[in-house]
């Protein structure tokens, strides 16, 4: 009798349309459903303006604490899964890099003493390459590497730990030389590397904030002209076209402003007359 009241109560109980909600009750939580399309309709794609108004807008945009490192990313109309259409080089920089390198000059005897004299900061034979063989990646204090073609063989067994910091010395990107004093001063004197990565891009710092425009853009130039000449033989069209797709400028911790190709090309077009 009892339990048939206490149900005959419960349906008889009337909810206050006013009352707030009951805490006591398990209701779903509510669900964020984005719209279709809403994220292509409102993002706003800001056009390419020339590399000089580019460098304008990352100089007064770079707020650091610390002078900023300059850096410039172009997309390339290359097929990085192809080995004939991998980039890769080395551009010399007018005004440098801003950037103090420690330099390492794998040789010996009398390549040694000219190592030495043209201002590497570790120079070693053997007894190098045993102390990173032995120590590994812990004891690389250096930034880059050269090389005479007799230490070769001997760098073999270091290669592993070399090679995927790209510290290993390369004839294409004159870190082995024969004249081992002529390549420690391209280094000294604003000597970069560049190489495509996986996805086809290529980064490569230009200098510092603290450059002036024009010694921005004459690096720029330097780089973007290396960039065309090295580029590989199956990729269609000429020139910039389809080599060149897209680029931007950006410092450290500044905001990226894209470049046009355009104004690249002629930047390393100005390089190349002042070069005569």
Same mark, same amino acid.
């Given at each position: ?34 719209? &279709? ?30 002078? %900023? ?24 920089l007018p005004h440098g890099t801003g950037k103090s390198l420690r330099v390492a000059a794998f040789a010996e005897g009398e390549d040694a003493i000219a190592a030495t004299a ?7 034979? %053997? ?54 004093? %002529? ?34 853009? &004459? ?22 076209s389809g080599y060149l797709l897209k680029a931007a400028l950006t410092s450290t911790m500044g905001v990226s402003v894209p470049v046009s190709v355009p104004s690249l090309v ?7 007359? &002042?070069?005569?």
């Open positions: 009798m009892m339990t048939q009241c206490a149900s005959t109560a419960a349906q008889n109980i009337r909810v206050d349309p006013t009352a707030g909600p009951r805490l006591d009750v398990d209701a779903p939580l509510p669900r964020f459903v984005p719209q &279709s399309g809403a994220s292509e309709q409102t993002r706003i794609i800001r056009p390419p303006v020339a590399i000089q108004q580019a460098i304008d807008e990352v100089k007064a945009n770079a707020r650091a604490k610390f002078d %900023e490192t300059v850096e410039i990313a172009i997309n390339l109309g290359t097929n990085p899964k192809r080995g004939d259409q991998a980039v890769r080089g080395t551009a010399m043209a201002g590497a900061d570790v120079v070693g034979g %053997e007894e190098l390459v045993q102390q990173i063989h032995a120590s590994g990646s812990s004891s690389l204090d250096f930034d880059k590497a050269v090389a005479v073609p007799a230490m070769m063989p001997k760098l073999s067994k270091i290669a592993k730990i070399l090679g995927p910091r790209g510290l290993m010395p390369n004839p294409k990107l004159g870190t082995l030389s024969t004249d081992i004093k %002529e390549a420690i001063r391209l280094l000294r004197t604003g000597q970069v590397e560049f190489r495509a990565d996986k996805g086809a891009v290529l980064h490569a710092g230009c200098g510092k904030v603290s450059f002036s425009p024009d010694k921005l853009q &004459s690096n720029v130039g330097a780089l973007c002209s290396a960039l065309l000449d090295a580029r590989p033989k199956g990729v269609k069209g000429s020139g910039a002629q930047a390393s077009q100005a390089y190349r007359a &002042s070069r005569k």
